[in-house]
């Protein structure tokens, strides 16, 4: 969330006008905002909705195309998927997100189809694939979008930047926008932030509950393990011990093994880790969100730290299970 509504989004509001505004409502609308101290920045667009279509994959897109291709980047960061460079927008051809390219099926210089709301078909050419982790977009220039639906172009919504305000100052401009004879709705991003967060905080419960459970298994290895161990070389070790070795020797040669597979273990762990946590995200994923596959070192730290808590809580037992061993029974017992 942080990526989508903070580095590729970096607008404050989106503001949506009525339908079919004369050019004398518009200036209006543009006015009031040039009045508004509040308001920095602001980019007038074209926003609609459409289905992206490459042979049997269908998928909902939303389709933005500014009024001026260099003003797009006040707005919005689009980055190519591939090189991390940035995207300009071609007069040809239509940058599209990554996931709705790996849905479709497509790469740069594939061709898809759009289909509007009245089921009319065009064939567009993918210039670029640029990142996003929140929903499909489609980007396009005027020219493009006029050649395609015949010069039907019309602004419907502007996006706006704000100067940093408090609570109270959004809430009153707002108001005011609302207000406003020819805004049809107005839309800050930290509403759409929110929405998302609310809908994602259920999987932590899901992380959280994972967590737990391997930890749990990881200690049930262990404590299993040690006492398999004791348990199949009872005899070897009651033979150690009446041989005169103390308690804290025959300790460090059983716990020994311990420490060492614990070792292998987190070594083997934290390489097959990594791909584990690709394809968990991969199943985790629907179709309108991407998973950012970035592990942060910490998230390596923590399971070392408590994998060898578990085997210190284990050793402790595996200590006093030792001490127990009855030497005479022991030596006497038939395996």
Request: charged share 25%; proline share 1%.
């Amino acid at each position: 969330m942080d990526d989508q509504y903070g580095e590729i989004f970096k607008y404050d509001m989106q503001i949506v006008l009525n339908d079919n505004l004369t050019e004398e409502q518009y200036n209006e609308v543009i006015e009031f905002l040039n009045g508004r101290e509040e308001v920095q920045e602001k980019v007038p667009a074209l926003y609609t909705s459409a289905d992206a279509i490459n042979g049997e994959n269908l998928e909902a897109v939303q389709i933005i195309v500014p009024n001026d291709n260099s003003e797009i980047e006040k707005i919005i960061n689009l980055i190519d998927k591939n090189t991390e460079e940035k995207i300009n927008i071609s007069s040809n051809e239509v940058i599209i997100t990554d996931k709705l390219a790996e849905l479709l099926d497509v790469e740069e210089g594939s061709k898809i189809i759009l289909r509007d709301s009245d089921g009319e078909e065009k064939e567009v050419t993918v210039g670029s694939i640029a990142e996003n982790y929140v929903y499909h977009y489609i980007y396009m220039s005027k020219d493009l979008y006029n050649s395609l639906y015949n010069d039907s172009y019309e602004i419907n919504v502007i996006f706006t930047i704000n100067n940093e305000l408090n609570e109270e100052q959004e809430s009153n401009l707002l108001r005011d926008m609302i207000s406003e004879t020819y805004i049809s709705s107005v839309t800050p991003v930290t509403n759409m932030r929110s929405i998302m967060d609310d809908a994602m905080s259920s999987l932590n419960y899901v992380v959280i509950v994972l967590i737990i459970s391997s930890g749990l298994l990881a200690f049930v290895v262990l404590y299993n393990l040690a006492n398999v161990n004791i348990s199949e070389r009872i005899r070897e070790l009651a033979t150690i011990k009446v041989l005169g070795f103390y308690d804290k020797e025959v300790y460090d040669y059983v716990a020994r093994e311990t420490v060492l597979l614990t070792i292998i273990g987190i070594a083997l762990g934290l390489g097959l880790g990594y791909f584990l946590n690709s394809f968990i995200l991969g199943t985790c994923e629907i179709n309108i969100l991407r998973f950012k596959n970035a592990i942060q070192p910490l998230s390596y730290l923590y399971p070392i730290l408590i994998t060898i808590l578990f085997t210190w809580i284990v050793n402790i037992f595996t200590y006093f299970s030792l001490k127990k061993i009855n030497m005479i029974e022991s030596l006497k017992s038939v395996e």
